[in-house]
């Protein structure tokens, strides 16, 4: 059984408020790999392309046939318990403030024993479902729960530090306005969100989606206009306080590419929205956000940034369009950075095109709002940094681990 | 066909010495190794320089290693060793000396090891303790060697059935033989009731299963029987010593160390066997080990740890006496000074120099060590059977 977590309590000013501290972040190069697949969600570990033995830990050259052949490869993800441990004692802060702890010694079935991060109804010497997922520090570990968790598995304490639910949490949506609002707003709050602002600017302009949004459980409609300096401000400081996730789904999308533009009035609007305006926002609610990483069992604990997958790779269709969530992505980069020491996760979740009035004249298969809203969640559950959103998004994302230049040429999606 | 190992006739240990231990200190690992050595040759009475080989062991040198050490002590051997080995780097420096005195490539070898402990000398030996640590073991919970221990221990009592009061029983036994030591940090006589009521470290272990991290050193001299004689030193000899490395890396979860391995060929080549030592210095960080090495080290079968030690007495009036020093349970673990601790009592126990308790008319003894959780399981195993010289 998983103990249940006690309900989001008002902060009672008296009281100590707990410091983010992060768990142990040092590690080799090699084991940076595991870093790597826990950001994306996936149970890989380094193989031998030799012999075929399974490394665990990470290291440069098989320990088995002593080849120079390892590969990261998708391995089987269960295993059976050895042994475990309560820790009642630490030498880590981190840990300290998390006492007590669960540890399990697993034995892979795909080979090596790993030390793993234990749930709480895992059964002696049970089977379990293995995962990396990243912890506060950012950095990957091994997570393990029963093949057949609990339906209140979410709660775990203890795993619950390697992802962002957002049960329990207070979220700030950006933009009311967008096709995707509707979706991710009803979808947060279904999923336990305490309380759920949604941003809207020009209030006099009629909007479906704000419409639809207005109407949801826990939903509070807020000012918040990204292209204006004041505007951010003047929000973070009524709710700066309060947020514990902050959903980025600034949008703002024209067709065109760099040679045949009249002017750059459509690319200064872009620059606006997506990339300065994620400035604006990490200025304004990335101080407190740190801050409160560890602030009680529901601390801040995510920063979304809904992007186009052509931040990745220019869509020359979408050109300037392309080049602003570029740049937005190379911001989001340094937002992780700046928000790691609280044990924020920062979710790029990179969308493929969607079912929306912009991109009418783009072909099938493009993203029903829904399905973005179930990816997100899944994302922050599992705590992921890099979350590729439909097939269109998968297909480039692969396509470019294998061959950017490929891709660069051959876009055609 | 194997070929026989050669014995270790004409092999002389002695001037069994220890830097008192402190709990935290503000010397350096090169003072204590320092003064580990001067020990050495104030007890010899002989001259610095005549130490013409060294055999060093510490965590917390760095950034220095056994080579800077030289020029620090003012030392210029013509023999050096460094034995990273944690809790076997007595017997293992212990091996490499007698080779080298028997080869004639050293005269006299000093084998030491000695660590400082400041308040955070012991946190931050653990982080960076190996890089398999430091990727897979210490992000998870920062316990240290108190979780890798937890696994085994929790392992072992489910497989064998052991339970907490068989694990009390050793370490209580270990007490008594501490309170007679001076030295010893543990002052107080250990109840079953103490044991079992003890603060929870890492279930199932309590606070009386886990060492204390110190400051110390210890050292012995190797050199041949003639000149130990000469010099008017008592010493004993070496009938026989064992190291492996890395046993059985295919088994899921340690259970038995490098000594099954190697188990026959060391009473072999002593001549006796386990029932003919008169007492057993065993590594003893936490007591899962001791039971392992009780097992592998063929005192008893494999699994019939707890049943062992239920019928015997370990004290050092015992039938068994084990640890007869208090070992690292009652006196700290001075780093990697505790893989000498059951060195020099041996020694201390065969020359009739003992600080605590004597066993009495002790021949025959068994040093066993045990280091270096590099991962999941203890790496290095290593045993010597010491004998009383001939009169």
């Given at each position: 059984m998983t103990?249940?977590m006690p309900?989001?309590?008002?902060k009672?000013?008296t009281?100590r408020?707990r410091l983010?501290t992060?768990?142990?972040?040092?590690?080799?190069?090699?084991a940076l790999?595991?870093?790597a697949m826990?950001?994306?969600?996936r149970?890989?570990?380094q193989?031998?392309?030799?012999c075929?033995?399974v490394?665990y830990?990470?290291r440069?050259?098989?320990?088995?046939?002593?080849a120079?052949?390892l590969g990261?490869?998708?391995v089987?993800d269960?295993?059976r318990?050895?042994?475990?441990?309560?820790l009642r004692?630490?030498n880590d802060l981190f840990?300290?403030?998390r006492?007590?702890?669960r540890?399990?010694?697993?034995?892979?079935?795909?080979?090596?024993?790993?030390?793993a991060?234990?749930a709480?109804?895992?059964a002696?010497?049970g089977?379990?479902?293995?995962?990396?997922?990243?912890?506060r520090?950012?950095?990957?570990?091994?997570t393990a729960?029963?093949l057949r968790?609990?339906?209140?598995?979410?709660?775990?304490?203890?795993?619950r530090?390697?992802?962002c639910?957002p049960k329990g949490?207070?979220v700030?949506l950006?933009?009311?306005r967008t096709?995707?609002a509707?979706a991710?707003a009803?979808?947060?709050g279904k999923a336990?969100?305490?309380?759920?602002?949604?941003?809207h600017?020009?209030p006099w302009?009629?909007?479906a989606?704000?419409?639809a949004v207005r109407g949801?459980?826990?939903v509070e409609?807020?000012p918040?206009?990204?292209?204006?300096?004041?505007?951010?401000?003047e929000?973070?400081?009524l709710i700066?306080?309060?947020?514990?996730?902050l959903?980025?789904?600034?949008?703002?999308l024209?067709?065109?590419?760099?040679v045949?533009?009249?002017?750059v009035?459509?690319?200064?609007?872009e620059?606006?929205v997506?990339y300065?305006g994620l400035?604006?926002?990490?200025?304004e609610f990335?101080?407190a956000?740190?801050?409160r990483?560890?602030?009680?069992d529901?601390g801040?604990?995510?920063?979304?940034n809904?992007?186009?997958v052509?931040a990745l790779v220019?869509?020359p269709a979408?050109g300037?369009?392309?080049?602003s969530?570029a740049?937005?992505?190379?911001?989001?980069h340094?937002l992780?950075?700046e928000?790691r020491?609280?044990?924020v996760?920062v979710?790029?979740?990179?969308?493929?095109?969607?079912?929306d009035?912009?991109?009418?004249?783009?072909?099938?298969p493009?993203l029903?709002?829904?399905t973005?809203?179930?990816a997100?969640?899944?994302?922050?559950?599992?705590?992921?940094e890099?979350?590729?959103?439909?097939?269109?998004a998968e297909e480039?994302?692969?396509?470019?681990a294998?061959?950017?230049?490929?891709?660069?040429r051959e876009?055609r999606? | 066909?194997?070929?026989?190992?050669?014995g270790?006739?004409?092999?002389a240990?002695?001037?069994?010495v220890?830097?008192?231990?402190a709990?935290?200190?503000e010397?350096?690992?090169?003072?204590?190794?320092g003064r580990?050595?001067?020990?050495l040759?104030?007890?010899?009475g002989i001259?610095?320089l005549e130490?013409?080989?060294l055999?060093?062991s510490s965590?917390?040198?760095?950034?220095?290693?056994?080579?800077?050490l030289?020029q620090?002590?003012?030392?210029?051997?013509?023999w050096?060793?460094?034995?990273?080995?944690?809790?076997?780097?007595?017997?293992?420096?212990?091996r490499?000396?007698?080779?080298a005195v028997?080869?004639?490539?050293?005269?006299?070898?000093?084998c030491?090891?000695?660590d400082t402990?400041?308040?955070?000398?012991?946190?931050n030996t653990i982080?960076?303790?190996?890089q398999?640590a430091?990727?897979?073991?210490y992000?998870y919970g920062?316990g240290?060697p108190?979780?890798?221990?937890a696994?085994l221990?929790d392992?072992?009592?489910?497989?064998?059935?052991a339970?907490?009061?068989?694990f009390g029983?050793?370490?209580?036994?270990?007490r008594d033989n501490?309170l007679r030591?001076?030295?010893t940090?543990?002052?107080?006589?250990l109840t079953?009731?103490?044991y079992?009521n003890?603060?929870p470290?890492?279930?199932?272990?309590?606070?009386?299963?886990?060492?204390m991290?110190?400051a110390?050193?210890?050292?012995?001299?190797?050199?041949t029987?003639d000149?130990?004689?000469?010099?008017?030193?008592?010493y004993?000899r070496?009938l026989s010593?064992i190291?492996r490395?890395n046993?059985f890396p295919?088994?899921?979860?340690q259970y038995?160390?490098g000594?099954a391995?190697?188990?026959?060929?060391f009473?072999?080549?002593?001549g006796i066997?386990?029932?003919?030592?008169?007492f057993?210095?065993?590594?003893d960080?936490?007591?899962?080990i001791?039971?392992m090495?009780l097992?592998?080290?063929?005192?008893?079968?494999?699994g019939?740890a707890?049943?062992?030690?239920?019928a015997?007495?370990?004290?050092i009036d015992?039938?068994?006496p084990?640890?007869?020093s208090?070992?690292?349970?009652?006196?700290?673990q001075a780093g990697?000074?505790?893989?000498y601790l059951?060195l020099?009592e041996a020694v201390?126990?065969l020359?009739g120099?003992?600080l605590?308790g004597?066993?009495?008319?002790?021949?025959?003894?068994?040093?066993?060590g045990?280091g270096?959780?590099?991962y999941d399981?203890?790496?290095?195993?290593?045993?010597?059977?010491?004998?009383?010289?001939d009169?």
């Amino acid at each position: 059984m998983t103990t249940q977590m006690p309900p989001p309590r008002k902060k009672d000013p008296t009281q100590r408020t707990r410091l983010p501290t992060q768990p142990p972040g040092g590690r080799s190069r090699e084991a940076l790999g595991l870093t790597a697949m826990a950001a994306q969600g996936r149970f890989a570990l380094q193989v031998c392309g030799e012999c075929g033995t399974v490394q665990y830990p990470p290291r440069q050259l098989c320990g088995s046939c002593l080849a120079d052949a390892l590969g990261w490869r998708d391995v089987a993800d269960t295993g059976r318990v050895l042994a475990e441990t309560v820790l009642r004692h630490s030498n880590d802060l981190f840990f300290r403030e998390r006492l007590p702890w669960r540890l399990g010694m697993v034995q892979l079935d795909c080979g090596p024993p790993a030390v793993a991060h234990l749930a709480e109804d895992c059964a002696q010497g049970g089977q379990v479902r293995l995962a990396l997922q990243l912890d506060r520090a950012g950095q990957a570990v091994l997570t393990a729960r029963p093949l057949r968790a609990d339906a209140d598995a979410g709660e775990d304490r203890q795993l619950r530090e390697a992802g962002c639910d957002p049960k329990g949490r207070r979220v700030l949506l950006v933009d009311g306005r967008t096709v995707l609002a509707p979706a991710l707003a009803e979808a947060l709050g279904k999923a336990g969100a305490r309380q759920i602002f949604v941003g809207h600017a020009e209030p006099w302009k009629r909007s479906a989606a704000l419409e639809a949004v207005r109407g949801l459980p826990n939903v509070e409609l807020v000012p918040l206009d990204v292209t204006d300096s004041d505007s951010v401000r003047e929000l973070a400081a009524l709710i700066g306080g309060k947020v514990e996730i902050l959903v980025n789904n600034s949008y703002h999308l024209r067709d065109g590419g760099a040679v045949d533009r009249a002017d750059v009035n459509t690319p200064r609007d872009e620059i606006e929205v997506h990339y300065l305006g994620l400035l604006r926002l990490a200025r304004e609610f990335g101080p407190a956000l740190r801050a409160r990483g560890a602030d009680g069992d529901y601390g801040a604990s995510a920063w979304v940034n809904l992007l186009s997958v052509y931040a990745l790779v220019n869509n020359p269709a979408l050109g300037t369009y392309s080049a602003s969530q570029a740049a937005a992505l190379s911001l989001s980069h340094c937002l992780r950075a700046e928000l790691r020491p609280g044990g924020v996760r920062v979710l790029n979740a990179f969308l493929g095109p969607l079912e929306d009035e912009w991109h009418q004249l783009v072909p099938p298969p493009k993203l029903e709002p829904p399905t973005v809203a179930r990816a997100v969640l899944r994302g922050l559950r599992d705590g992921l940094e890099d979350l590729h959103v439909g097939p269109v998004a998968e297909e480039i994302a692969r396509r470019l681990a294998e061959n950017p230049k490929e891709i660069e040429r051959e876009i055609r999606l | 066909m194997v070929r026989p190992r050669q014995g270790y006739d004409g092999i002389a240990v002695c001037v069994p010495v220890t830097v008192p231990y402190a709990r935290y200190s503000e010397r350096s690992a090169h003072w204590f190794c320092g003064r580990a050595l001067a020990a050495l040759i104030a007890g010899a009475g002989i001259d610095k320089l005549e130490v013409d080989g060294l055999c060093v062991s510490s965590f917390t040198l760095a950034p220095d290693t056994a080579v800077g050490l030289m020029q620090y002590l003012g030392m210029s051997p013509r023999w050096l060793d460094h034995v990273p080995m944690g809790g076997a780097s007595g017997v293992v420096a212990l091996r490499r000396a007698a080779r080298a005195v028997q080869a004639g490539d050293a005269e006299i070898v000093a084998c030491l090891a000695g660590d400082t402990n400041h308040v955070d000398t012991f946190r931050n030996t653990i982080a960076s303790f190996s890089q398999f640590a430091r990727d897979a073991v210490y992000p998870y919970g920062s316990g240290g060697p108190n979780s890798s221990f937890a696994f085994l221990t929790d392992h072992y009592m489910r497989s064998y059935g052991a339970r907490a009061e068989d694990f009390g029983r050793l370490c209580i036994a270990q007490r008594d033989n501490g309170l007679r030591h001076p030295a010893t940090m543990m002052k107080r006589r250990l109840t079953m009731e103490d044991y079992l009521n003890a603060r929870p470290i890492a279930d199932p272990l309590r606070l009386f299963d886990c060492v204390m991290p110190c400051a110390g050193a210890d050292g012995v001299l190797v050199m041949t029987a003639d000149r130990a004689r000469a010099l008017g030193l008592p010493y004993v000899r070496i009938l026989s010593t064992i190291e492996r490395h890395n046993a059985f890396p295919d088994d899921p979860i340690q259970y038995r160390g490098g000594w099954a391995m190697d188990v026959d060929e060391f009473y072999d080549m002593a001549g006796i066997g386990p029932a003919e030592v008169d007492f057993l210095q065993a590594y003893d960080d936490y007591p899962v080990i001791n039971f392992m090495q009780l097992e592998d080290l063929g005192f008893c079968a494999k699994g019939e740890a707890p049943a062992f030690v239920r019928a015997h007495d370990f004290t050092i009036d015992g039938d068994l006496p084990f640890n007869t020093s208090g070992g690292q349970l009652s006196l700290g673990q001075a780093g990697a000074a505790g893989g000498y601790l059951g060195l020099v009592e041996a020694v201390r126990q065969l020359t009739g120099q003992c600080l605590g308790g004597a066993v009495p008319d002790a021949r025959a003894g068994l040093v066993s060590g045990f280091g270096m959780i590099n991962y999941d399981r203890g790496l290095c195993s290593g045993a010597a059977i010491l004998a009383a010289a001939d009169e």
